[in-house]
Protein backbone atom coordinates (compact mmCIF):
# COMPACT_ATOMS: atom_id res chain seq x y z
CA UNK A 1 0.00 0.00 0.00
CA UNK A 2 2.72 2.45 0.45
CA UNK A 3 4.85 2.11 -3.01
CA UNK A 4 3.64 4.70 -4.29
CA UNK A 5 4.46 7.14 -2.23
CA UNK A 6 7.89 5.80 -0.81
CA UNK A 7 11.38 5.37 -1.42
CA UNK A 8 11.45 2.09 0.11
CA UNK A 9 12.48 -1.27 -1.40
CA UNK A 10 10.00 -4.38 -0.52
CA UNK A 11 10.21 -7.60 -0.24
CA UNK A 12 8.75 -10.62 -2.71
CA UNK A 13 6.28 -13.34 -2.75
CA UNK A 14 6.05 -14.93 -6.17
CA UNK A 15 2.70 -17.06 -5.82
CA UNK A 16 1.93 -19.74 -7.96
CA UNK A 17 -2.18 -20.20 -9.68
CA UNK A 18 -1.67 -16.73 -10.04
CA UNK A 19 -5.78 -16.45 -11.60
CA UNK A 20 -7.00 -17.69 -8.59
CA UNK A 21 -5.28 -15.16 -5.80
CA UNK A 22 -6.83 -11.39 -6.38
CA UNK A 23 -9.94 -11.72 -8.34
CA UNK A 24 -12.71 -14.00 -8.63
CA UNK A 25 -13.54 -12.94 -11.84
CA UNK A 26 -10.14 -14.23 -13.46
CA UNK A 27 -10.15 -17.77 -10.78
CA UNK A 28 -11.09 -20.70 -11.59
CA UNK A 29 -11.67 -22.12 -8.29
CA UNK A 30 -12.41 -18.94 -6.53
CA UNK A 31 -10.20 -15.93 -5.08
CA UNK A 32 -7.72 -16.13 -2.29
CA UNK A 33 -8.26 -12.29 -1.34
CA UNK A 34 -4.60 -11.64 -1.55
CA UNK A 35 -4.79 -7.87 -2.24
CA UNK A 36 -7.32 -7.09 0.97
CA UNK A 37 -5.41 -9.36 2.98
CA UNK A 38 -1.96 -7.62 2.37
CA UNK A 39 -3.90 -4.45 2.40
CA UNK A 40 -5.01 -5.22 6.01
CA UNK A 41 -1.26 -5.73 6.96
CA UNK A 42 0.07 -2.46 6.44
CA UNK A 43 -0.57 -1.36 10.13
CA UNK A 44 1.34 -3.88 11.33
CA UNK A 45 4.58 -3.20 8.98
CA UNK A 46 4.45 -6.18 6.88
CA UNK A 47 4.54 -5.08 3.01
CA UNK A 48 5.42 -7.25 -0.12
CA UNK A 49 5.16 -7.10 -3.36
CA UNK A 50 3.40 -10.08 -4.37
CA UNK A 51 3.72 -11.49 -8.29
CA UNK A 52 1.13 -14.09 -9.25
CA UNK A 53 2.18 -16.46 -11.85
CA UNK A 54 -0.86 -18.07 -13.59
CA UNK A 55 -0.76 -21.87 -14.11
CA UNK A 56 -1.24 -23.07 -17.79
CA UNK A 57 -4.17 -24.83 -17.45
CA UNK A 58 -3.54 -28.30 -18.71
CA UNK A 59 0.39 -27.99 -17.71
CA UNK A 60 -0.46 -27.33 -14.51
CA UNK A 61 0.79 -30.55 -12.94
CA UNK A 62 3.65 -30.73 -14.90
CA UNK A 63 4.60 -27.29 -13.97
CA UNK A 64 3.97 -27.65 -10.43
CA UNK A 65 5.31 -31.42 -10.24
CA UNK A 66 9.21 -32.26 -9.42
CA UNK A 67 8.22 -35.72 -9.33
CA UNK A 68 6.99 -37.84 -12.88
CA UNK A 69 3.98 -39.55 -11.24
CA UNK A 70 3.15 -42.59 -12.34
CA UNK A 71 -0.49 -41.92 -13.39
CA UNK A 72 -0.71 -38.79 -13.62
CA UNK A 73 2.72 -37.40 -15.60
CA UNK A 74 4.32 -34.29 -14.70
CA UNK A 75 7.65 -34.12 -13.49
CA UNK A 76 8.78 -30.47 -15.23
CA UNK A 77 8.95 -28.78 -11.80
CA UNK A 78 12.46 -27.60 -12.37
CA UNK A 79 12.14 -26.26 -15.40
CA UNK A 80 9.16 -24.12 -14.07
CA UNK A 81 11.84 -23.25 -11.21
CA UNK A 82 14.07 -22.09 -13.28
CA UNK A 83 11.75 -19.79 -15.52
CA UNK A 84 10.44 -18.01 -11.89
CA UNK A 85 14.47 -17.27 -10.87
CA UNK A 86 15.54 -16.63 -14.19
CA UNK A 87 12.94 -14.67 -16.02
CA UNK A 88 11.04 -13.74 -14.21
CA UNK A 89 12.66 -12.52 -10.96
CA UNK A 90 15.30 -10.58 -13.02
CA UNK A 91 12.22 -8.54 -14.82
CA UNK A 92 10.41 -7.83 -11.55
CA UNK A 93 13.63 -6.47 -10.07
CA UNK A 94 14.70 -4.52 -13.35
CA UNK A 95 10.87 -3.03 -12.76
CA UNK A 96 9.69 -2.76 -9.16
CA UNK A 97 11.71 -1.39 -6.09
CA UNK A 98 12.81 -4.71 -4.50
CA UNK A 99 15.07 -6.18 -2.17
CA UNK A 100 16.46 -8.78 -4.17
CA UNK A 101 18.23 -10.79 -1.81
CA UNK A 102 17.03 -14.53 -1.12
CA UNK A 103 15.95 -13.18 2.53
CA UNK A 104 13.54 -11.23 1.16
CA UNK A 105 12.54 -13.55 -1.88
CA UNK A 106 10.24 -16.15 -1.36
CA UNK A 107 7.68 -18.67 -2.82
CA UNK A 108 4.02 -19.41 -1.59
CA UNK A 109 1.42 -21.72 -3.06
CA UNK A 110 -1.42 -24.48 -2.38
CA UNK A 111 -1.73 -28.05 -3.24
CA UNK A 112 0.88 -28.78 -5.85
CA UNK A 113 1.82 -24.94 -5.44
CA UNK A 114 2.58 -26.03 -1.86
CA UNK A 115 5.04 -28.94 -3.30
CA UNK A 116 6.55 -26.55 -5.29
CA UNK A 117 7.43 -24.22 -3.04
CA UNK A 118 8.61 -26.56 -0.46
CA UNK A 119 10.66 -27.99 -3.60
CA UNK A 120 11.96 -24.67 -4.61
CA UNK A 121 13.01 -23.55 -0.78
CA UNK A 122 15.54 -26.37 -1.04
CA UNK A 123 16.52 -26.90 -4.90
CA UNK A 124 16.72 -23.03 -5.67
CA UNK A 125 18.25 -21.69 -2.50
CA UNK A 126 20.02 -19.15 -3.98
CA UNK A 127 17.28 -17.60 -4.85
CA UNK A 128 14.43 -18.37 -2.79
CA UNK A 129 15.29 -17.71 1.41
CA UNK A 130 11.08 -18.43 2.12
CA UNK A 131 8.37 -20.28 1.55
CA UNK A 132 4.64 -20.88 2.07
CA UNK A 133 3.71 -24.53 1.80
CA UNK A 134 0.05 -24.54 2.44
CA UNK A 135 -1.90 -28.10 1.84
CA UNK A 136 1.10 -29.46 0.07
CA UNK A 137 0.27 -32.26 -2.14
CA UNK A 138 2.98 -33.90 -0.38
CA UNK A 139 1.66 -37.38 -1.58
CA UNK A 140 2.38 -36.79 -5.55
CA UNK A 141 5.06 -38.80 -7.42
CA UNK A 142 5.06 -41.42 -4.58
CA UNK A 143 6.06 -39.52 -1.85
CA UNK A 144 9.29 -38.58 -3.78
CA UNK A 145 10.00 -35.30 -1.44
CA UNK A 146 10.53 -36.79 1.50
CA UNK A 147 13.88 -38.43 0.51
CA UNK A 148 14.43 -35.49 -1.23
CA UNK A 149 14.32 -33.11 1.74
CA UNK A 150 15.81 -35.75 3.82
CA UNK A 151 19.07 -35.88 1.87
CA UNK A 152 19.07 -31.99 0.66
CA UNK A 153 21.34 -30.14 2.64
CA UNK A 154 20.11 -27.97 5.22
CA UNK A 155 18.73 -24.55 3.61
CA UNK A 156 19.16 -21.06 5.90
CA UNK A 157 15.23 -19.22 5.66
CA UNK A 158 11.75 -19.93 6.93
CA UNK A 159 9.21 -22.18 6.04
CA UNK A 160 5.36 -22.13 6.79
CA UNK A 161 3.52 -25.25 6.41
CA UNK A 162 -0.04 -25.54 7.05
CA UNK A 163 -3.08 -28.41 6.65
CA UNK A 164 -6.93 -28.29 7.39
CA UNK A 165 -8.10 -30.84 9.16
CA UNK A 166 -11.35 -31.62 6.83
CA UNK A 167 -9.28 -31.54 3.03
CA UNK A 168 -10.47 -33.99 1.12
CA UNK A 169 -13.60 -35.86 2.35
CA UNK A 170 -12.46 -39.38 3.78
CA UNK A 171 -8.91 -38.59 3.52
CA UNK A 172 -8.20 -35.44 6.02
CA UNK A 173 -6.34 -37.75 8.26
CA UNK A 174 -4.21 -39.40 5.60
CA UNK A 175 -3.55 -35.63 4.42
CA UNK A 176 -2.72 -34.36 8.18
CA UNK A 177 -0.37 -36.95 8.85
CA UNK A 178 1.60 -36.43 5.18
CA UNK A 179 2.26 -33.18 6.50
CA UNK A 180 2.62 -33.76 10.27
CA UNK A 181 5.62 -36.36 8.75
CA UNK A 182 7.43 -33.23 7.01
CA UNK A 183 7.14 -31.18 9.65
CA UNK A 184 8.91 -33.72 11.84
CA UNK A 185 11.17 -34.37 9.17
CA UNK A 186 11.90 -30.75 8.78
CA UNK A 187 12.23 -30.04 12.67
CA UNK A 188 15.13 -32.82 12.58
CA UNK A 189 16.51 -31.47 9.82
CA UNK A 190 17.31 -28.43 12.19
CA UNK A 191 14.58 -26.28 11.47
CA UNK A 192 13.78 -24.44 15.04
CA UNK A 193 9.81 -24.61 16.09
CA UNK A 194 7.95 -20.78 15.97
CA UNK A 195 12.01 -19.82 14.43
CA UNK A 196 12.81 -21.49 11.04
CA UNK A 197 9.51 -22.50 10.83
CA UNK A 198 5.69 -22.28 11.42
CA UNK A 199 3.20 -24.94 11.58
CA UNK A 200 -0.49 -25.09 11.52
CA UNK A 201 -3.42 -27.07 11.48
CA UNK A 202 -6.52 -25.50 11.22
CA UNK A 203 -9.46 -26.62 12.27
CA UNK A 204 -12.17 -27.98 9.75
CA UNK A 205 -9.78 -26.37 7.47
CA UNK A 206 -10.35 -27.06 3.67
CA UNK A 207 -8.75 -27.46 0.14
CA UNK A 208 -10.09 -24.80 -1.26
CA UNK A 209 -9.12 -21.06 -2.18
CA UNK A 210 -11.86 -19.76 0.31
CA UNK A 211 -9.85 -21.49 2.98
CA UNK A 212 -6.03 -20.36 1.79
Request: some cysteine; glycine content about 10%; aromatic content about 14%.
Amino acid sequence: PSYAHSDKCYPVIYMHDGQNLFDDLSSYAGEWRVDETMQSLEPEGLEAIVVGIPNTGSERLNEYSPFPHPRMGGGNGHAYLDFVAETVKPLIDSTFDTQPDRAHTGLLGSSMGGLISLYGFFQRPDVFGFAGVMSPALWFGRRAIYDYVMYAPFRPGRIYLDIGTDEVRGRSSMYTNYVTEMYGLLVEKGYRDQIDIHYVEEHDGQHNEAAW
